[in-house]
């Protein structure tokens, strides 16, 4: 029985049952063959059970596979949204159950109608990659489109992206991006977008806007503000991590307020902050990331040998993601002092995520400190991981800690603001 | 009527809740909450309704309202995954186990491996959008109590949220019933009496209800019609309160399809065609500058005008009555209502009234050029849609009866919902694996399926019961507790108890509160040893679940023990020299003086054995 054929089976019981042979899902058993009724259903019918068949028609397969290539609609200011992954648009054929992606601007407009006046939109197809797919060549890649698409004429640049590592990329652009005159916006989705109830198509919107009419030209990432619909929190690149496996509002600023919040219904950015980086008129990308930096963290009972190897491995920089003030236990400072030692650059941040790194007020610290391990005062240690990676593309080596003690993209801050904590209780 | 020369066709949804320890796609308890909720979320939903509308006008009705949802919830019985914030987690087995055991009764075909489905429901019911639903059996069959009951399929689904309020575009939801598992059996289309039909639904229930597993209470149980006639069209009627209504419903629904018919027939016979309604509409609020009508005229000062939809060959037709108080031109109403939330029209067969005098109806049909007329109230960009939709209805007239759901009203009359839905909106619930139905869990559902309904029942009526007690105990959540007592006490008759269990402790219960079940068996074990006898049953118990005291102390403070043979042959022989040998006249002398302390049987015997002379 062949997906698709439309099937009248007879049961060794005598029944008889009507439906369109579905392709087997993944944990569908071998012995089994999955059915779609009538009534919507599928089921699964054990081979065993089948006295005979007949096949009484062929489902015409809905075809929306569609070209890998850049269109535009609407009218007004362009924006240009690159996509990565993730199915942030889907089209689900409700005659086969099937979901399938799409990159069509036009049903964009049709999905969010009030689009419809705000910009034109492009779509860019750049690959489909899983987030956690997602390599620094690919950052680059990013890095590139964007360039290419501000050179174009788009008053700034959505970039579709699945979310998991979604904070990463967009740290990664927050550094490749020196200036342009519009922001690059991370967007993407926490329920899929073939659900009516989808926050896709909100965030998708809070980006345009964004996109559109903010007055920064930052690296961004733009999600649901909170589990209502109707508000889009816009984060810094540099400052946002995904804080819940599931939720709407899973990005959530670290060490930081949101940038500004956008409010979907009326079609307002309302910023949070006066300091930001302004829209320029040139386009200024540095895209490339190095492969030879490392992100560990540390752990009760780690063994030295996972930094030696690191070293082996030829790594030329090493981010830790330390305890509390940014401590590790002492079995590691012998391996420590030995890749610091053969220039392997060591960063100390810390696995608490909120507050400063500080290797003064405890001897541990301060030990550290002697053995030359560099604390990155309230920098996450994501970001410090792609600041690492990115400065050791585009620095000589020597240069690297200086680059990366100084903030270039709001990474760092001196002030630790009060509000800028995530707790509940 | 004669139903079965109408063709009457009935297929029966009956839905009910079951009592698992847990929701069926989270590990919330399945309890509704009457207090202040902890938050409240706010949501939209969409749809492209290109793609949706093509499949499902039901769901293209539901979407144009652009509503927005408020979901109420407690932090400490509903999670993230009635948010629609978490995936689902597996869903519950007890509610697995006892749908397989559901369609175990009815004889059904299960699937060898499940699939769970989500079907788009687009009104906010919902978090999602959707409704996840599985198929446990398909085609089953039942012979209950003579009922050849066809069952075309049973689905285990999840309830949606309460909704608490309307208004206007802002709806709100409780997401404490979100979740709750429910058995759906949909028999297939039923050729009995309305009456019949009635019963079956009761015994599809109870069938349900006899795995112990079911909810009880106010509202667990649902029941939907699909009713239709031939000539007609099947038509959807949701939310029956009750099971004493079907009938009524489905007798005024084929009252309703009857008319329309005879509606059509006499447009047909007059010469309307579908293409001679259109959407000429003009306005002639100027007509109404001087109205006395209050209605018109408050309309106007909100800004509104009044338009007018000429109808050639309609007079007599729209105030034709299709139900009680229920005329051809609400159901037109019904539909403008929902699809373009203007509250109301008037028709030239209900004027003049309403405040508009003769004058401006003749003016009316004077500028229209046409006696039938529809009047609109409202600014333009909602009357044109309200227009559309009347004149869409109007042309069905000319055709016959229109496919659509409707809602029962209390009085068994029904009113239009929306379209009936398309029958393809569903597609595999990707965040859940299939679910292999092994052995195991085929041998779990039979312990729970162990008898059916009928089997249950023809016992029941086997150990003397009458068939209203049987069902009455099928329903009740005394069964188990009957059959108990039953074989414990064989000397206290199965009736006698079976009544003590439904009725004597109900209403001991609205008096004296919950009635320990301890308490029933004392009581008849006392009736078992000769103590008491039944007819101070009831009194006995509400004695003892009021002072809290055991029956026999109770019984003996009361003077209500049974008096012995020896004192029942004495009262019966001072009877007999009162009012003469007949046995109706010395049982009711007796019962009348010592009623609760004396056993009619025992007067019986004393009478005859006196009589006999011994």
Redesign the interface.
């Known amino acids: 029985m062949e997906p698709n054929s439309e099937v009248r089976i007879r ?1 060794t ?1 005598g ?1 008889v ?1 009507e439906g369109i042979v579905m392709q087997p ?1 993944l ?3 071998h ?2 063959v ?1 059915l779609k ?10 081979k065993r ?1 089948i006295a005979g068949w007949e096949v009484i028609g062929e489902v015409e397969q809905r075809r929306w596979e569609e070209a890998f290539e850049r269109r535009t609609a609407g009218s007004g200011d362009r924006v240009s949204v690159i996509v990565t992954g993730g199915t942030i648009l889907s ?5 086969t ?3 399938y992606p799409s990159l069509d601007p036009d ?1 964009l407009f ?3 109608p009030e689009l419809e006046g705000l910009a034109s939109v492009t779509v860019v197809p750049l690959f489909s990659k899983f987030s956690e797919d997602m390599m620094p060549t690919d950052w680059t890649a990013i890095a590139n489109a964007v360039e290419s698409e501000l050179d174009r004429g788009a008053v700034g640049v959505v970039v579709m992206h699945g979310t998991d590592t979604m904070h990463y990329s967009a740290a990664a652009l927050a550094f490749a991006l020196r200036a342009g005159p519009g922001p690059v916006v991370f967007v993407g989705a ?3 977008s ?5 926050d896709a ?2 965030n998708l919107l809070g980006a345009i806007i964004t996109a559109r009419a903010a007055p920064f030209a930052e690296s961004v990432v733009a999600m649901h503000g909170g ?4 508000v889009i929190a816009i984060h810094r690149g540099t400052r946002v991590r995904k804080m819940h ?4 509002d899973t990005f959530t600023a670290v060490n930081d307020v949101p940038l500004a919040h956008v409010d979907v219904e009326k079609g307002d950015l309302r910023l949070l902050t006066s300091d930001y980086r302004e829209r320029d008129s040139r386009v200024l990308v540095r895209p490339a990331f190095s492969d030879r930096a490392a992100l560990i963290k540390y752990y009760p009972g780690m063994p030295p040998q996972l930094l030696d190897a690191l070293v082996e491995m030829g790594v030329r920089g090493i981010v830790l993601e330390g305890t509390g003030f940014g401590h590790v236990g002492e079995q590691l400072l012998d391996s420590l002092k030995r890749a610091i030692d053969v220039g392997v650059h060591v960063f100390m941040t810390s696995q608490t995520l909120f507050g400063r790194v500080n290797l003064r007020v405890y001897s541990r610290g301060r030990e550290l400190l002697r053995l030359g391990v560099m604390p990155l005062e309230d920098m996450a240690p994501e970001v410090a991981y792609v600041k690492l990676a990115w400065a050791l593309a585009n620095y000589p080596v020597d240069r690297v800690p200086e680059v990366m003690a100084t903030p270039l993209a709001y990474e760092i801050s001196y002030t630790s603001r009060p509000d800028a904590f995530t707790k509940c209780g | 009527m004669k139903f079965r020369e109408l063709g009457l066709k009935v297929g029966l949804e009956i839905h009910v809740q079951l009592n698992s320890p847990r929701k069926l796609f989270c590990h919330c308890r399945p309890e509704l909450r009457g207090e202040e909720p902890h938050f409240k ?12 509308g093509e ?2 006008p039901a769901a293209l009705w539901e979407l144009r309202k652009q509503r927005t949802y408020i979901y109420e919830g407690y932090n400490d019985s509903t999670c ?1 995954v009635e ?5 689902p987690h597996e869903p519950d087995e007890y509610s697995l186990e006892t749908a397989l055991a559901v369609a175990q009764m009815f004889n059904a ?1 299960i ?5 769970v ?4 429901v ?1 009104d906010g019911s919902n ?4 409704q996840r ?3 446990i059996g ?2 089953g069959r039942a012979k209950i109590l003579g009922y050849e009951i066809g069952v ?2 049973i ?1 285990l689904e999840e309830d949606a949220c309460r909704k608490m309020d309307e208004d206007g575009e802002r709806v709100t939801y409780r997401l404490d019933r979100l979740g709750v598992p429910l058995v759906e059996v949909s028999t297939a289309p039923l050729e009995y009496e309305p009456h019949e039909v009635a019963e079956i639904a009761a015994l599809v229930g109870y069938s349900i209800k006899s795995t112990g597993r079911a909810k009880r209470g106010i509202g667990t149980v649902r029941q939907d019609l699909n009713v239709s006639i031939v000539g007609g069209a099947k038509v959807e009627i949701k939310g029956v309160p009750t099971l004493s209504l079907i009938p009524r419903v489905i007798e005024l629904e084929v009252q309703r399809q009857l008319n329309l018919l005879r509606i059509s027939g006499e447009l047909r016979s007059r010469g309307v065609r579908p293409d001679d309604v259109t959407d000429d509409v003009m306005d002639v609020t100027d007509i109404f500058a001087n109205t006395t009508s209050n209605l018109i005229r408050s309309a106007i000062g909100r800004g509104a005008s009044v338009y007018a939809l000429k109808l050639h060959g309609f007079s007599g037709i729209l105030g034709f009555e299709v139900q009680p108080k229920r005329r051809f031109a609400t159901e037109i109403a019904d539909r403008v209502r929902v699809w373009s939330g203007l509250g109301g029209i008037l028709h030239s067969d209900e004027l003049p009234g309403y405040g508009i005098s003769s004058d401006e109806v003749a003016a009316v049909r004077a500028r229209l050029g046409s006696d039938a007329f529809i009047l609109f109230l409202g600014e333009w960009d909602v009357v044109k849609e309200a227009v559309k939709v009347a004149v869409e209805r109007l042309r069905i007239a000319i055709i016959g009866v229109p496919e659509e759901t409707r809602a029962a009203n209390t009085d068994g009359t029904t009113r239009f919902m929306r379209p009936r839905p ?7 619930e ?1 965040d859940l ?2 679910i ?1 139905v092994t052995g195991d869990l085929l041998e779990r559902a039979r312990r729970i399926a162990s008898e059916t309904l009928e089997a249950k029942l023809s016992r029941l009526m086997g150990m003397g019961l009458s068939r209203e007690l049987a069902f009455q105990l099928v329903k009740s959540p005394y069964l188990d507790t009957f059959e108990e007592l039953a074989s414990r006490y064989p000397n206290v008759p199965p009736t006698v108890i079976g009544t003590i269990l439904t009725s004597t402790v109900k209403r001991v219960s609205k008096e004296a509160g919950e009635v320990p079940e301890g308490l029933v068996e004392s009581l008849i074990s006392a009736l078992s040893g000769g103590l008491i006898v039944k007819e101070s049953a009831e009194e006995l118990l509400l004695a003892a679940a009021k002072s809290g005291k055991p029956i026999d102390v109770v019984a003996r403070e009361m003077g209500l023990t049974r008096l012995s043979y020896e004192e029942a042959k004495s009262i019966v022989k001072d009877a007999v020299s009162a009012v003469g040998s007949d046995m109706g006249k010395v049982m009711s002398y007796v019962m009348r003086k010592y009623r609760g302390r004396i056993d009619a049987s025992d007067v019986r015997r004393a009478l005859e054995e006196l009589l006999k002379g011994q």
């Not at chain 1, 009724?37 to 054990?46: A, R």
């Not at chain 1, 073939?194 to 989808?198: E, G, L, Q, Y």
């Not at chain 1, 496996?245 to 709407?248: H, I, K, L």
Request: hydrophobic share 30%; glycine share 8%.
């Open positions: 049961l019981d029944r049952i899902h944990f569908t058993g012995d089994i999955v009724l009538k009534n919507g259903y599928n089921i699964g019918i054990s059970d089209r689900v054929d409700y005659r159950g099937g979901v049903y049709e999905l969010v926490q329920r899929s073939d659900r009516p109830s989808s198509y909100e589990m209502d619909d109707g496996t599931s939720r709407r | 979320v706010r949501r939209r939903l969409r749809v492209s309704l290109s793609e949706l499949v499902d993230l948010l629609d914030e978490e995936p075909k699937p060898d491996e499940v699939y489905m989500r079907k788009v687009v978090t999602s959008g959707f639903t599985m198929l398909v085609d075309e399929s689905a398309g029958a393809a909106r569903m597609y595999p990707t694996l299939p292999r």
